[in-house]
């Protein structure tokens, strides 16, 4: 009885666990121009952006109206901050990087048609298509058979 009581037990916190769709979009940045190299949809979680920076670059998803499906400021990861212990004091420097990729990610909606990117100064850098990939192949109904002998 308790066997069976652990089993129940399991199906109902497994059937809880389960990842969204979200769309991964990882960006080259070189001396000043950031690209977008590649889109990604998979199943998996977003970070939670209700604390953001207030100045910075802008990336926003919209429909084909033009409406904002979601939005979010960040700033560019090009800072690299070192601290090294040197006759027991530290002395700490901050290394600004040329190049360098980086991803974000954000939900994935059906309706998304543009992804938009915007400089601090909110000229437009990315005006790019999003993607509709589908994750797996449509399921089909296949029997298997098994013969013993």
């Given at each position: 009885?308790?066997?069976?009581?652990?089993?129940?037990?399991?199906?109902?916190?497994?059937?809880?666990?389960?990842?969204?769709?979200?769309?991964?979009?990882?960006?080259?940045?070189?001396?000043?121009?950031?690209?977008?190299?590649?889109?990604?949809?998979?199943?998996?979680?977003?970070?939670?952006?209700?604390?953001?920076?207030?100045?910075?670059?802008?990336c926003k998803?919209?429909d084909?109206?033009?409406?904002?499906?979601?939005?979010?400021?960040?700033?560019?990861?090009?800072?690299?901050?070192?601290?090294?212990?040197?006759?027991?004091?530290?002395?700490?420097?901050v290394?600004?990087?040329?190049?360098?990729?980086?991803?974000?990610?954000?939900?994935?909606?059906?309706?998304?048609?543009k992804?938009?990117?915007?400089?601090?100064?909110?000229?437009?850098?990315?005006?790019?298509?999003?993607?509709?990939?589908?994750?797996?192949?449509?399921?089909?109904?296949?029997?298997?058979w098994?013969?013993?002998?």
């Amino acid at each position: 009885m308790r066997k069976i009581i652990y089993i129940i037990m399991f199906f109902i916190l497994i059937a809880g666990v389960y990842a969204d769709k979200v769309s991964i979009f990882n960006f080259n940045y070189d001396n000043g121009k950031i690209t977008l190299k590649q889109q990604i949809i998979k199943e998996g979680y977003y970070p939670d952006r209700n604390v953001q920076v207030e100045e910075g670059y802008v990336c926003k998803l919209v429909d084909n109206q033009g409406k904002e499906l979601y939005s979010f400021r960040f700033e560019l990861p090009n800072k690299l901050y070192t601290d090294v212990i040197k006759n027991n004091t530290i002395n700490g420097n901050v290394i600004i990087l040329n190049e360098t990729d980086f991803s974000l990610i954000m939900p994935y909606f059906d309706g998304a048609v543009k992804l938009l990117c915007y400089n601090p100064e909110e000229y437009e850098i990315i005006n790019q298509d999003v993607e509709k990939i589908i994750l797996s192949p449509k399921k089909t109904n296949k029997w298997l058979w098994i013969y013993t002998i």
